[in-house]
Each structure stands twice: as C-alpha cells, then as structure tokens.
C-alpha cells in the first residue's frame, strides 16, 4: 500500500520526480514567496488604515496577526484545493491520453496502489507548498491568540477535502478517452454542474451538501478570528449547521462521514478506471452502496433542512420531502441502470466468466448480468427508507402502498425496456429509446395541456414527472386521504382531493394510464428476458465449438 | 511458455480476433504478421490483459491469465506499438519507475536499470531527460522496459517502428538474446525482412484469423520456393566454372549447377544450413575467386503474399 512505501509505489514515484525537480520547485517557491510578500505588504498597507469608518471589516491593530493568518488560510486552500485539484486532473489526463496508463495496467501492481500513487502524487507540488507555510501559520496562531487545536482541526478538514477533491480530479483524467480539448469542456461542465448543484443545496442549508465541501474547514476558522474582532457571528451560524438525523455532531467527523465513504466510491471507480476503460464507473454492488449512502444523507439531511426551514424561514409550509423522494430515486434508479446494464458482448463475457469458474451462470449480482435482480434489491431498498420517512408525515398504508407501486411500475419499465434496447441486435436502438422516453414523459404530456387548453391529461399518466408529484404531494400534504381508514374512504378523500391531483386528471384516466404502464413493463421485462436467452443460447453454442476445438498447440495449420 | 486455445476478442460490432489458438515454446520467437486491422494488435492486447477475449484461453507459464492475472502479468512484458514515455522523467528514472511496477526489490533495481540501458545502447544517455531522445532511443527504451523484470514471455508490438538501421540490428540481437535466454517471444511487424532473420515461426493474420502458421522451414515449404545457393564469381572463366562444378556437384543435398547470368551460379540446396561454412571453405581451398556466396530461401514477404494476405490488406 502506497502510503506505508511510497517509494515502492511506482506513480507515486513517477510523480514525485515528474513534479519535484529543484529547480522546478525553485522557480515556484520564489514565486510563491514574491506573491505571499506582496499580499502581506497589501495587508500592512489596508491595516494601517484603521481608523477608517464604516470599513466593511472595523480593524483591530491587535487582530492583525489573526488577519494575515485568515488571509493565508485562503491562499493555502486555493493552492492545495483549487491548483491541487487541476494538477491531478492534468497529470491522469496526461497519462491516459498518452497511453502510459496501460503500461501500468500489465503490470502485476495493485490496481489500488496506482490510485494511491496518483492521487497522492500528482498534486505533491501543491501539498509541498502547502506544507511550507504550516509552520508560519502555527507561529502567526500563537501571537493571534487562536487556538492551535483550532488550526489543527482545519488543517485536518482541509486535508480530508484536499484529499477528496484530488480524487475528484484523479477520476475525470483517467475517465477522458477523447481529444483534449474535448475532455477540457466535458469536464469543466460537469464541474461546472456539481458546483452548482452543491452551491444551490448549500444555499438551502442541506448539511450534507454543506459537508461534502470545503465550507467546514474554514467556518470554525474564520469565525474564530473574526470573533476576536468586532465582528460577530452571524446568527444562523449559531444554529448548528452540524446536524444530522436530528443530532449535533463534530464538524470534522461530519465533514468525514460525508467525504470519506464518497472518496472511497471515487477510489474505486478510477481503480476500475485504470484497469479496463471500457468498465462501466461501478459495479452493481458499489452502485447499490452509492444509492444507499445517498439516501442515508437524503434522510439525514432532509429532516435537519425541515427542522432549519421551519426554524428560520417559514413555520407553516408544508415539507415538501416525500416529492423530493420520488425525483431522487427515480432519478437513482435511472443512473444505476444506465451505468449498470450490460451490452450484449457485457453480458457474454459475465456468462463465459461463470462458465470458467464451473458455474452455470452469472449469478444475480454479477457484473454485466441483467439489471432484474438489482432492481428488484433497489426497489426493496427504496421502499425501506420511504417506509421510514412517510411515518413522520402519516402517511396512510393504503396510500404508500400504491404510491410506491406507482414508483416501482416506472422503475420497472425504464429498466426493463432500457435493458432489452441495449442487449437488443437492432441498429440505432440508443436514439429510438431516448427518443422514445422523451416523448412519453416530457414531450406528450406538454403538448396535450397546450392542445387542450388543459383539459385533457391522459398522457399525465405515462410521465413519471407529472405523476410522482401527483403521488407524492397527495402523500406529503393531503390530509384527508391520509386519514382514510378503509378503502370507501380513501375513494371518497381521493374524489374530493384537492392537491392538485385527481380531481383535475380524473381517477379513471389515472388508473387506466397506470395498468397500461404497468402492461409496458411487463412486456418489456418479458422482452429483455427473451434477449438474454437469445444470448445465452449463442454462448452455449460458442463453448460447444470451443470444447471441440484443438488444442493449444505449437503453430502449424499449413 | 504462452498458450492461447480458441481465442476470439470482441469489440463493438466488430470481431477483431476470431478463434486463433497457438503456443510459443521459451527459446522461441514467433513472428505476426498481417495487414493492418487483421488483429494482431487485439491478438497482443489480449495476451497481455488489457482487452477481455470473448472466448478462449490464455495461460501465461501455466497461469491462466483470467483466473491468476497478478502471476501471469508478472512473467510477462508487453511493448505496445506507441511508445509512450513520461517526457519530463531521465532515461534511468523510467526505467526504475516501471522496475518498481514490477515489484521489484528496491535494492535490485538500480543495477537493473543500468544493465539494461546498456543493453540497448542508451548507456550515455542514462541521465538525459526523455523529451530530448530521438523516436528511435525511445523506442530502445520501451524495449528495455518491457524486458527489465526479465519476464518469461514477451510480446513486442511493432517494435522496430522509427529505429534507424543500427537500431535495429542493436534491437534483433537483444532479442535474439533474449530468446537464447529462454524468453517466448511474439512480435509483430510490419517490417517482413525483420522477422525473416529473427523468427523461428511465424503466423499470418487475416480479418481476424491466423490463415497460415508455423515454424519458418515449413512456411517455406509452403510457398512452393526451393532453397538455392548462389555463388557469384569475380572471374568467370571455362575453368573456374569447372573448377565450381566440381567442388559442388555430386555433393549430398546440393543439385545441378545453372548459370543465371554472368559469373552468377545457382544450384538448389536441400541440406543443413550447417553444412554451408565448410562448403564455403572448400570454395575457397580450390582458390576460386568468390565475390559472394549466400542462401536464397523464400522469406516472409513471399509466404505473405502466397498467403493472400497482401492482396485483401
């Protein structure tokens, strides 16, 4: 394992020598220290101004040293996390265009040890300077009065997330197989992407998103020194920002709890990575511990931002968690099929794998066998966790039952037919089904409210966007239908509801657009299972030839 | 040794390697050859772990590369067709990145480095940055990082590609070393006269398919081609022809004497290549002024050809 040797870890090696040449790291620490010289003149110059009125920031003169330290703080981050994370980025990038990564795939090295040594390796400039201005920040601690367990503490947060986001980096270089330039856009939308989608979570006080960032490191920090000055803390980061499942815990540990298992994920998808690019991310078991965690964070986190909205924003609004819930796993169950689903050659190289090993099939949860049985698990997982989180809300049985089965009909479908298009023999089968699924659930539906003038919405029924929110808000807000006890109740509450449900689809265009969906995964399910027996009678056919095949043998067929 | 039974590598819509089997005993080089796109590189990608075969199997020294891939990728070591190297890395510096890849010990692998730099010429350049060696050193130097665990089989993917006449003869002797050595060796070029000299059996790959194979002798024979020996005269005299003659017909596994042009005489050879110094030998005795002497075998290019594997390529 590369941190107990790295010497004998050979990417940690390359990377070392690629990146700390001396004079390299020569030209680079005058750099940093002409930069840190000037930002500190800078600070001086601000500084003296004290008597400013109205500054944004009122100084202090015995703050100053606390100040610089927090300036420094920021420098140190956006070198390790920020330059930290493009090196990384640009040294797997580098190796994997240029092909010197499949050098290190035939070789006997352990596929955990190339991550290793790439993660802690390519970005080792950046934590080497980042090392050299620990001491300085410890001395500017003591004369600022902050606590060096506090500087401990986030250093120990910003290593975890340096650590964290080098991975990230380490995973987008060794996932690129196109040109350049083309990877350099695919990858900076998708950092874009989950830069936004982090930013907007966080603005709603999710915090496991807040958590999943380097925002901890600097909090207790930050807050600390500014304290010391006339600043004072503002009062929603006095509310806990730290609670998960209703309990308090300790930043760092949160910070862990959210970082490491996902750093874990991300180790082992560059490791599957870097042995065979064709290899989807994850497998099918580390996808279903993926959902898992996620929906423990989503539970978790979901009750802290209704606890937080009811407490700062408004008391009275219903949570809308349930509808939430549907999007998220549906959205999941999607992801996990996508990247699960074997193609035909996928699926008999799985069926040959278990002939060798003497077994007559892949087994369930093989990879690169069908999708059924994972869905199946999937389907068992989510119900477990909406079980859990429809009691606070009182959900009724009658109406988590068929929510959850109106859930579980279009996982079935999406799956099913997604697998039988893949395994299929047909050409252009990827544009039919995409093209398919955009029609039925967004196009359709659309373009009958705008034709009817929103009358009609038959096609409502087919889309699991319009439905979920149907199901899901009729679990979540609608009290009536909830407090049914029989089932002439529910009919009666249901008739009468008023969550934007029933009342304007109608019951029976519901019913009748959910037993066809229904019918639509069934026949899908049916026709996926005919595709995989399809397959499975070539490769029996492919081992007979090859059970009757000669013998390795010195070459001559002259 | 490498054993492959049956072996099909699939992409896509597209059957690369369809069902080749074949062994190369250690001491052996066996030489692919074949258009581009008839699956040699597939073929070699297989055998090295980097592409899953559809079917069939591939044992390494008795490993079997799918169940045991660690063990079997220990004994082997793989030149792909590019070389890529680390640019900003010295010469040595590689080599010991890709020593400590192999799990070799941290105290062998200096003096690895350094033999094997030496082996294959770059021992002046061992302190030179990658970027400034010219396509042919770096060439030697993936050579030289294919075989530095010293593995039992290897396999050499165009090999000789950019290397300059010198370089190359410096490369077939390593090899040809290595095979004294005990090392099974595939390789394949595009460079046919190459692998002429350096192979003991050869295989022509075509859509896929091995369409002929085996040891070189064979494959000559099966170009229909006889051997000759040609001997060309400075001074081509009544007498000295008589004098030729006589030393060469009536000797076992040598047959009539034809004059092809001027001075230039060929008789057809069925013997032991063994034979051919003493042969020369007694030429010389008899004082006969020899300007050249050599064996004219059907060489790779012919049995390609005869193979049809030209024609579609």
Redesign the interface.
């Known amino acids: 394992m590369m941190p107990l040797k790295p010497r004998d870890n050979a990417l940690f090696v390359r990377n070392f020598r690629d990146r700390m040449r001396p004079h390299v790291i020569g030209s680079y620490a005058a750099i940093l220290f002409v930069l840190v010289m000037i930002f500190l003149l800078a600070l001086t110059e601000v500084f003296a101004d004290t008597g400013r009125e109205n500054a944004l920031f009122p100084l202090i003169p015995h703050c100053v040293p606390a100040r610089i330290l927090a300036y420094l703080a920021v420098f140190q981050g956006a070198v390790l996390l920020v330059l930290g994370t493009l090196s990384a980025y640009r040294m797997a990038l580098q190796d994997r265009l240029n092909g010197t990564l499949d050098f290190f795939r035939a070789t006997p090295t352990e596929g955990l040890d190339h991550v290793l040594g790439l993660v802690f390796g390519a970005p080792i400039m950046e934590w080497f300077f980042f090392l050299l201005l620990v001491p300085v920040m410890f001395v500017l601690a003591l004369m600022s009065d902050v606590k060096v367990a506090v500087l401990a503490e986030f250093y120990a947060s910003l290593a975890l997330c340096a650590v964290f986001y080098h991975s990230l980096g380490i995973l987008a270089g060794v996932c690129a197989t196109m040109k350049k330039y083309r990877a350099a856009v695919n990858i900076l939308g998708l950092a874009a992407l989950i830069c936004a989608g982090t930013a907007a979570l966080v603005y709603i006080r999710s915090s496991v998103a807040y958590h999943g960032t380097f925002l901890p490191c600097y909090t207790n920090l930050l807050m600390n020194i500014l304290d010391k000055g006339a600043f004072s803390r503002p009062e929603f980061l006095d509310y806990s920002v730290h609670i998960f499942f209703g309990k308090p815990l300790s930043p760092l540990f949160f910070q862990a709890l959210v970082q490491a298992p996902l750093c874990g994920l991300v180790w082992l998808a560059t490791k599957r990575k870097i042995s065979s690019a064709e290899t989807p991310l994850l497998s099918s078991f580390q996808l279903l511990f993926l959902t898992s965690l996620i929906l423990v964070f989503f539970a978790g986190d979901s009750l802290f931002t209704a606890e937080f909205r009811r407490r700062w924003y408004t008391p009275q609004n219903p949570n809308p968690i349930l509808l939430i819930y549907f999007y998220l796993v549906f959205f999941l169950s999607v992801l996990f099929s996508i990247m699960a689903t074997p193609t035909a050659l996928g699926y008999q190289k799985a069926l040959n794998r278990a002939a060798k090993s003497g077994l007559s099939g892949p087994g369930w949860f093989v990879e690169q066998n069908s999708n059924a049985g994972w869905t199946i698990l999937l389907c068992c997982l989510f119900a477990a966790v909406y079980f859990a989180l429809c009691a606070p809300f009182k959900v009724s049985l009658y109406i988590f039952t068929a929510s959850f089965a109106v859930l579980a009909v279009f996982i079935a479908f999406f799956a099913s037919a997604y697998e039988f298009f893949k395994l299929g023999r047909f050409r252009g089968k990827t544009i039919i089904f995409s093209t398919a699924v955009l029609l039925l659930w967004i196009a359709l539906p659309i373009t009958e409210a705008i034709l009817t003038s929103g009358k009609y919405f038959f096609f409502f029924c087919f889309s699991p966007l319009t439905m979920f929110a149907i199901w899901g808000g009729m679990a979540t807000n609608d009290a009536a239908v909830n407090s049914a006890t029989t089932v002439k109740q529910l009919i009666a509450a249901v008739k009468s509801s008023n969550s934007s449900s029933f009342s304007e689809v109608g019951a029976i265009t519901v019913i009748t657009g959910h037993l066809l969906m229904f019918a639509a995964a069934v026949l899908f399910i049916f026709l996926a299972a005919r595709e995989r027996k399809r397959i499975r009678a070539r490769v029996a056919g492919g081992r007979e030839l090859n059970a009757s095949a000669a013998p390795a043998r010195s070459p001559d067929n002259i | 040794m490498i054993?492959?039974?049956?072996l099909?590598v699939?992409?896509?819509n597209v059957t690369a390697v369809s069902?080749v089997?074949?062994?190369?005993?250690p001491g052996r080089v066996?030489g692919l050859v074949g258009p581009n796109g008839s699956g040699k590189t597939s073929l070699l990608k297989a055998i090295?772990?980097?592409v899953?075969p559809?079917?069939?199997?591939i044992?390494i020294c008795g490993c079997d590369l799918?169940?045991n891939?660690?063990?079997a990728?220990?004994k082997?070591g793989?030149m792909?067709d590019?070389n890529?190297?680390?640019e900003?890395?010295?010469v040595w510096?590689y080599l010991?990145?890709?020593a400590?890849?192999?799990?070799i010990d941290?105290n062998k692998r200096l003096d690895l480095v350094e033999k094997w730099v030496n082996q294959v010429g770059l021992g002046d350049k061992t302190d030179a940055l990658i970027h400034t060696l010219s396509r042919g050193m770096r060439q030697r130097l993936v050579l030289a990082?294919t075989l530095i665990h010293d593995p039992e089989v290897a396999l050499l993917d165009e090999p000789a590609s950019g290397i300059d006449a010198l370089g190359r003869i410096e490369m077939r002797n390593t090899l040809k070393e290595a095979a004294r050595g005990g090392k099974a060796i595939i390789i394949s070029s595009h460079i046919l006269s190459e692998l002429s000299d350096l192979c003991d059996?050869?295989?022509i790959m075509e859509k896929g398919r091995?369409v002929?194979?085996?040891?070189m002798a064979?494959?000559r024979a099966?170009t229909g081609m006889k051997t000759e020996i040609v001997v060309h005269l400075s001074e081509a005299s009544d007498e000295t022809v008589k004098e030729l003659k006589a030393v060469l017909e009536g000797r076992p596994g040598i047959g009539a004497l034809k004059e092809e042009k001027t001075g230039e005489f060929c008789a057809e050879f069925s013997g032991s290549r063994d034979e051919l110094p003493g042969l020369l030998g007694a030429l010389v005795k008899e004082g006969l002024p020899i300007a050249q002497f050599f064996i004219r075998e059907a060489g790779l290019e012919d049995i390609y050809f005869k193979a049809g594997a030209g024609k579609t390529s």
């Open positions: 054993e492959i039974r049956s099909r699939d992409y896509e069902d089997s074949l062994a190369v005993e066996f090295a772990g980097l899953e559809t079917y069939g199997d044992k799918e169940l891939p660690r063990e990728l220990q082997l793989f792909p590019f890529a190297v680390y900003n890395l010295k510096e010991d990145v890709f400590t890849a192999y799990l941290r990082r059996s050869a295989g091995m002929v194979s085996g040891d064979r494959l099966y």
